[in-house]
DNA sequence: CTGAAAGCGCTTACAG
DNA sequence: CTGAAAGCGCTTACAG
């Protein structure tokens, strides 16, 4: 059984004074003497008060939630997304309302209607892969890329790729291979971009694992590229460097004694794995209070913007390089040429 | 600019009746006569018409929304979580509105009140370790373990042990470690318990990662454990199990030809590793869709039980093993110890 | 500084 | 089968 909260009334019958009143007392809009609102807080707090949200919807229009669409729940980056959205949402005092879209962008924009239906006050946005969210009736701040029109603010992709070119070069690493897979995401062509610019120095290699047939992952094989004199691999993903350092291992390359490895995002395996991952991580609380923020402020402003996506400043935050044990000094070849010492997968299993 | 959507009240001027009629007919509860409600229906969905939740639920008490309160939005495991309950409640007709109970036991308390203080009809809570949630207003259900009491629904985690066990034991290894990471743990109770029964006629020796002086996860060393004879991992979690495979791994010992290594959840990297990791699934949509409908009965219900914790049934539902290619034949023993073959760490990465 | 009154957009007894 | 009316719990001009 719902029990019933106490009311306005109740708290205005009980000092014998208007509803208006207390209401104005309680949202501290003035218009009350001090006292008397101080009395109207105490017993509110003793009665236990706390408004009604729908009544106060229905009256203002506002709901104090805001919707939170991401491209694919499933997405390993969702826990430090969502959390960073759902803490700072409720230090704004929003609730954060989940839609999924379940991989399509049929399914995003059903979603994103749905969420309008349920009257959310602005949205946050993960857009998928180059969509562009259509005008909805509310306020929309995008989380994507620099890079992407339309974009509210983002972690600087592009520095981060640059923060690990930088590292490996400063490691001694003289070829470098560097793993995409997905050519046609701009989050993932401005990390490769960083680092290619940092490492303008060495001889770098790119590879889009999209390019190759399926199953594409398993298709790929970092051996091979070891074996051309590749000593460091650099992936968009902390998933892909799992993939690939454990390919390596399997097959007894040492790393980092060997090769070195790195990954993007910090997820949560990257410092489990044994070596831990070298990685580069993106600032979330800092990226979740930008777009709330500018949410809030467009979502009292009334937002009315033609194109209802949000701006903010700075749009753009540092991301930071988390170097840890996957990635070490590159391997000195002394005399002989140490791709001759690995021990072939084969000669290990026996 | 938020537009105003199109209200009851203008499709009733349209077709000059009553808007009770219009909200009779909407809502399907009969009273009006079917070729009325046909053109009522059609007009509604010419202009577009979407109800009011703010002002729907100011009338009927009811928000069409339910809390999801997770000990850890962190988690990894959340993702499967949140979206099969997520999809779940979007069949259902609920909304989701999401906490993170950040970690302690007083933010849960305080996450649940927001929640409740938002209106949610009801909610799903996947507790802390052991927290029994205190009587809020609204029905809930609980998902942890079917050894928890309280518990609406969860997986079979104790018949999930035993698919591992079993499956291990058919493999013919002789010896397994089982590992877990907090012996206070009901689920990973239930889990390694399940494995123990199964393999009842084999070696077993079960460590609690947490009894080990911090940081206690690298504390532990499955070399040693190797060496003592054991040839299996069994893990509680995906983590844990990477963590294992990719430490035999870094120290020359390859996976499955030299030993087996085993996880729990499936977590989205499970299977991206090298080689992939056999573990043990739950199935979460069956469970997000059972605690979804057996609290929307009780919402429907107006959840006349004094203790509001919702029950359900079945209330467990069965885990499947995945088993992938890190587990694998007992190594045989022929002639001499195959212990003695394995390539040292320091010869490795010379 | 305080209060009376209207109204947000629905749903639901209750009449007819 | 259909309609007139009340009311859910607030907030906000508007008077006083």
Redesign the pocket.
């Known amino acids: 059984m719902k029990q ?6 109740e708290i ?1 019958d009980r000092l ?12 501290g ?9 101080k009395r109207i807080k105490q017993t509110a707090e003793e009665l236990g ?4 949200v ?3 919807a ?4 506002m709901t104090g939630v805001i919707g939170l669409v991401l491209p694919d729940i499933g997405n390993p980056l969702f826990p430090q997304i969502a959390q960073a959205i759902e803490n700072a949402a409720t230090d704004a005092g929003f609730g954060v309302l989940i839609a999924d879209s379940r991989g399509s962008i049929k399914a995003q924009t059903e979603a994103i209607r749905h969420l309008r239906d349920r009257g959310v006050d602005g949205m946050i946005v993960v857009p998928r892969r180059g969509t562009r969210v259509a005008n909805i009736g509310c306020p929309v701040a995008m989380i994507d890329s620099p890079s992407t029109p339309g974009n509210t603010v983002s972690a600087d992709h592009w520095g981060g790729g640059w923060l690990i070119g930088e590292h490996l070069q400063k490691l001694g690493h003289r070829k470098v291979l560097l793993i995409g897979n997905n050519r046609d995401s701009i989050v993932q062509n401005d990390r490769l971009g960083g680092a290619r610019a940092a490492l303008a120095d060495v001889t770098t290699e790119q590879v889009w694992l999209d390019s190759l047939s399926l199953p594409s992952a398993s298709a790929f094989d970092p051996l091979s590229w070891y074996r051309a004199g590749f000593t460091a691999f650099v992936t968009v993903s902390d998933l892909q460097a799992l993939r690939v350092l454990t390919h390596l291992q399997n097959a007894g390359i040492t790393v980092p004694a060997m090769a070195s490895v790195s990954g993007f995002d910090d997820l949560m395996f990257a410092s489990a794995v044994i070596p831990a991952l070298t990685t580069v991580r993106m600032d979330m609380p800092a990226v979740a209070g930008i777009a709330i923020n500018a949410l809030k402020q467009a979502i009292e402003a009334g937002s009315t913007s033609p194109d209802q996506t949000v701006r903010a400043s700075p749009d753009r935050v540092p991301m930071t390089l988390a170097a840890r044990r996957s990635t070490g000094p590159a391997p000195q070849e002394e005399g002989e040429n140490p791709l001759f010492q690995i021990p072939s997968e084969g000669e290990l299993k026996s």
Request: net charge positive; no cysteine; proline share 8%.
């Open positions: 019933r909260p106490p009311k306005l009334t205005a014998d004074i208007s509803t208006a009143t207390v209401s104005n007392a309680l949202s809009k003035g218009r009350v003497s001090a006292e008397l609102a008060y706390v408004p009604s729908s009544a106060r229905l009256r203002t229009g």
